[in-house]
């Protein structure tokens, strides 16, 4: 939900236009792989089918659709929810530029992870860390929201601090995964950031507040 394509040179600390094409390329590309958006889908994908415990008793086809639902919910209905507030004119683009722009497309991303978040919590066989990884994606939203009404804070840090701390309270909990993922956790962190410094608008504090942000919410969604 970021600019992330065809945007003028940054004016709060990003450095595009200093940049090599190459580097300038990889950057936009990294911001498109680990889209806000897509983090939860990843993560749930990562619990459905590498995570040797997570769901050991769900079928295959149980799998896929659960990584369906979660994907259609938290990615796909936000993503079209933005598409049509563009061309119904409530945005100006698509690519959300501004804070004012913002405002609805958060408050329509509230209510879709908040739906995910009480479908799954309600099914009694899913893992609890799930269910807490989802709530905690789900106050990140409302977080970035509100932190919205005084700067332009990057979903992108904030998506990718919150899978950070989900895997690193993974291997303190020692809930099967090793520290292997939280190293791959926390390289995707640093690309994205670095990307988003590179190649948006952002400031630093922007971004270091996403991702704290991320980070926090997913540690009050565990504490709850």
């Known amino acids: 939900m970021e600019n992330i394509v065809a945007h003028p ?4 600390g990003g450095e595009d236009y ?17 889209h806000p958006l897509f983090i939860p889908a990843y993560v749930t994908a990562f619990l459905l089918y590498i995570h040797p415990l997570a769901f050991a008793g769900y079928s295959d086809q149980r799998k896929f659709f659960s990584l369906i639902a979660v994907f259609f919910t938290s990615s796909f209905l936000p993503a079209f929810s933005v598409f049509l507030m563009w061309r119904l004119g409530f945005i100006e683009s698509i690519f959300l530029r501004t804070q004012k722009e913002r405002i609805i497309p958060y408050a329509a991303a509230i209510i879709f992870y908040f739906w995910v978040w009480y479908v799954f919590r309600n099914q009694h066989e899913t893992p609890v860390f799930f269910v807490h990884f989802l709530l905690g994606s789900f ?10 009404i005084r700067l332009k804070v990057s979903m992108h840090a904030t998506a990718v601090g919150g899978m950070v701390m989900f895997f690193l309270l ?4 020692r809930q099967e995964v090793t520290g292997q993922y939280l190293a791959v956790a926390l390289l995707v962190a640093g690309i994205v950031c670095t990307s988003r410094l590179m190649v948006s608008n952002h ?14 919410c997913q540690l009050v969604a565990w504490w709850l």
Not at 18 to 34: D, E, I, K
Not at 203 to 216: D, H, K, P
């Open 9 to 12: 040179p940054p004016l709060n």
């Open 18 to 34: 200093r940049q090599p094409a190459t580097l300038r390329f990889l950057a936009h590309f990294f911001s498109y792989v680990f």
């Open 139 to 148: 106050l990140a939203v409302c977080g970035a929201w509100m932190w919205n």
């Open 170 to 173: 993974q291997v303190l909990n």
């Open 203 to 216: 400031s630093r504090q922007e971004i270091y507040i996403g991702l704290f942000t991320g980070m926090a």
